[in-house]
Structures are given as structure tokens and as C-alpha cells.
T-cell receptor, first 116, second 116 residues
């Protein structure tokens, strides 16, 4: 596997279910991101982990819980979701560097989530 | 807060012709980064081109080039010799966070269709 992979690619869940999305990066990066892509809306940054520490949480509801056990893996745990949470969830990674810099983010193919 | 605006929801172009996608942004930062990402129907988001605000020279990558007008806060993407594989959603993105890991703000996207 190369680049950024995500599993599953498609997920259907009920509002009472608990599920997890998985992201893995094979690029040696040290920062990982979760984005939400809804129809007709810009991508929304949800969480950022840099050096395995959560550094950004953009007012995301607590029914979304991220986990970053190491620099290569990122999870998004889902519980008691709402239908409006149906979206494409994208994972990305980059190489964080000191100083003012913005390294390119590399994206995975996404998980298409449908909440019934 | 930074905002990114793509005023063209959809565009189309004939194969081999040139097309320009528009992007404007709003920021009070002096040092920042701009990106164009492409998301084909397969959904994997990939970087097309990036521009550092402190560089006056416009970035180019093969058939892709930008027209960066810092004073006007404009960052358009020109695609020359359009190919069928250029059909995709194109996102303009901005990072003025000054963080070591980067925080992207995306525009709404422009759907580009290349016709044979």
C-alpha cells in the first residue's frame, strides 16, 4: 500500500450504532487530519494530530471521537450519529515542520458514510 | 477568519482548449500559502499546484499555472491543453495559520467538465 488509505470505503449505520473509521498513511508523515465533505459545502476541518498530539478540534460534536495511536494511524470513532452526519470523511497527512510552513497535505480516498 | 470563494460552481471546456478557474480569498495575514486541489470522480483529492505568498513568481506545473494577484487577493488556475482526465472538482485552499502542521480553508469547489 502506498500513500494514504482509508477503510471502510462505504459505511451505512443506524443512529444507535457504534463504528470506527480507519486511516493509515505510508508516507512517513507526522501530522494527520480528519475532514468532513458534505454536499454543496466546503471541506470542513474536524481534527488535527501533530506528533500524535491533538492540536485542533474545530467545535466537532462529541459523538465524533478521534484517536491517534501512532504517527501512521488515525481513527474516527462514531457513536449515536445523526442523519445530518452523512458525508464523505477524508483523512489526510503531511509533514509538520517548525517555523512558518505549510507542507502539502496528501488525502485518502475517503469513507462515504450514510446514517439512517 | 479567512474565507475562500470560488464563484464558478461549474465550468466546461473542449478538449485541447484552455480554461481558467477563479478563486478569491480574504485574509489579514501577510505570509500564507495557496493551493489548488483536484478531486476526480474516484474521490481521491490530489494536489495540483501550490503558491507561497512571498514569492512573486507565479507557480507552474506542466499544463497548470496560476495567476496570483496578492493585492487583489486573487488566485486563479489556468489549465492549458485540457484533457479528458482533467474532468474533476477543483478546490482552492488557503493556509495562513502559521502553524507547523498547516490548516487548510477550502473554497466551495468548481466542477470542471472537459468535453471531447
Amino acid at each position: 500500500e502506498t500513500g494514504v488509505t482509508q477503510t471502510p470505503r462505504h459505511l451505512v449505520m443506524g443512529m444507535t450504532n457504534k463504528k470506527s473509521l480507519k486511516c493509515e498513511q505510508h508516507l512517513g508523515h507526522n501530522a494527520m487530519y480528519w475532514y468532513k465533505q458534505s454536499a454543496k459545502k466546503p471541506l470542513e476541518l474536524m481534527f488535527v494530530y501533530s506528533l500524535e498530539e491533538r492540536v485542533e478540534n474545530n467545535s466537532v460534536p462529541s459523538r465524533f471521537s478521534p484517536e491517534c495511536p501512532n504517527s501512521s494511524h488515525l481513527f474516527l470513532h462514531l457513536h449515536t450519529l445523526q442523519p445530518e452526519d452523512s458525508a464523505l470523511y477524508l483523512c489526510a497527512s503531511s509533514q509538520a515542520k517548525r517555523g512558518v510552513s505549510s507542507e502539502t497535505q496528501y488525502f485518502g480516498p475517503g469513507t462515504r458514510l450514510l446514517v439512517l | 477568519a479567512q474565507t475562500v470563494t470560488q464563484s464558478q460552481p461549474e465550468m466546461s471546456v473542449q478538449e485541447a482548449e484552455t480554461v481558467t478557474l477563479s478563486c478569491t480569498y480574504d485574509t489579514s495575514e501577510s505570509n500564507y500559502y495557496l493551493f489548488w486541489y483536484k478531486q476526480p470522480p474516484s474521490r481521491q483529492m490530489i494536489l495540483v499546484i501550490r503558491q507561497e505568498a512571498y514569492k512573486q513568481q507565479n507557480a507552474t506545473e506542466n499544463r497548470f499555472s496560476v495567476n496570483f494577484q496578492k493585492a487583489a487577493k486573487s488566485f486563479s488556475l489556468k489549465i492549458s491543453d485540457s484533457q479528458l482526465g482533467d474532468t474533476a472538482m477543483y478546490f482552492c485552499a488557503f493556509d495562513g495559520s502559521g502553524t507547523s502542521y498547516g490548516k487548510l480553508t477550502f473554497g466551495q469547489g468548481t466542477i470542471l467538465t472537459v468535453h471531447p
